[in-house]
């Protein structure tokens, strides 16, 4: 899977989505300080799914209607880098074959995929 994490997702989350073999673009490794509006269309362009931890691309994606190849917003009470790669390899795990092309909003206990 291509993603891109965006800069407040973490460079941990990152590193281990690169483990687990995917191709990553990693906001805050490669590209600290693009605004969201140059992520969405990064990621479009590139055919990247987004892993964000920024509500914002909701609006983006939702209000704007910008195309974009797939948008996971994680909504986590627990931010630390540990929690997000649990709750993403789980959300990996169970969804994969439906992120692509849909927002997915996901916390500890829920996983919503806005059509």
Partial sequence: MRLLVDEC??????????EKGHKVFSVYDQARGMSDEEIITKAYDEKYIIITNDKDFGE???KQQ???RGVIILRLKNERAENKIKILEK???KYAEKIPNKLVIVTEKVVRIVE
Avoid: N, S
């Fill in 60 to 62: 983006l994606v939702i």
């Fill in 91 to 93: 959300l990996l795990e």
């Fill in 9 to 18: 997702t973490g460079p941990r989350v990152a590193v281990w989505l690169r």
């Fill in 66 to 68: 910008k195309q974009h």
